[in-house]
Every structure is written in C-alpha cells, then in structure tokens.
C-alpha cells in the first residue's frame, strides 16, 4: 500500500502562491494516476487536478484552469501542485491520492494523505 504525505500548505494573501508536495513511501506510486482534492469547513471533498503517470495529460477542476499547475517527478516519488493567484475561495485542507482510472470522482481513489492545509487572507 503506498502511503501518500501532503506538504507545502500554509498562510498566503490573496494573489499570492504555493506549491504543494505529494511525496510517496515507494516507487509503486509511478504506476498510479495522482489527483488533488480539496475540503473546506463543512463542504464536501473536492476535485482539484489530476496527473496521468508519465506526467504529460492532466486535468483540472474549472475554478482552477490557468491558476493552478499539476506536475511529477517519478524520480522523486512526488507529484506537485502550483498554486497561482490564490482567492480565499481557494482555502481548504488539500489532499492527494491515487487512481487506476482517469476519473474525478472521490470514490475512485484511494491512498489518501493526511493532508495540508491553506489559507488565504483577503
């Protein structure tokens, strides 16, 4: 079972950045497809981005399209998020996981960090 660990996350102002970090315990982690998901307070788990495994599709949710970027390094074991222009909106805890499929859907991954959080100041 790969265990997944979420860091990077933290306090910005609006406009400002981040880049989150999804590091893997092995190297199994290159042979799945990794998404982000986000949850704010009392709000269900959110589809964010997703990354196939070789790194070269990907897709995201529509509130983020041109602000946020999902890369890899499977060198690395590490699959990263970069946070552009964040809005308060954005704040939430982030988690990563994994999927066999090509799907945005919650219920298909599984390997779940614990995640990290980010909040925005307006």
């Known amino acids: 079972q790969v265990q997944l660990v979420e860091s990077g996350g933290g306090l910005v102002q609006a406009g400002g950045s981040l880049r989150l970090s999804c590091a893997a315990s092995?190297?199994?982690?290159?042979?799945?497809?990794i998404g982000w998901f986000c949850q704010a307070p009392g709000k269900d788990r959110d589809f964010v981005a997703l990354i196939s495994t070789n790194g070269r599709t990907t897709d995201y949710a529509d509130s983020v399209k041109g602000r946020f970027t999902v890369s890899r390094d499977n060198a690395k074991n590490t699959v990263y998020l970069q946070m552009n222009s964040l809005k308060p909106e954005d704040a939430a805890v982030y988690y990563c996981?994994?999927?066999?499929?090509?799907?945005?859907?919650?219920?298909?991954?599984?390997?779940w960090g614990q995640g990290t959080q980010v909040t925005v100041s307006s």
């Open positions: 092995e190297r199994t982690f290159n042979g799945y497809n």
């Open positions: 996981a994994t999927t066999r499929g090509w799907i945005t859907e919650k219920r298909e991954y599984y390997n």
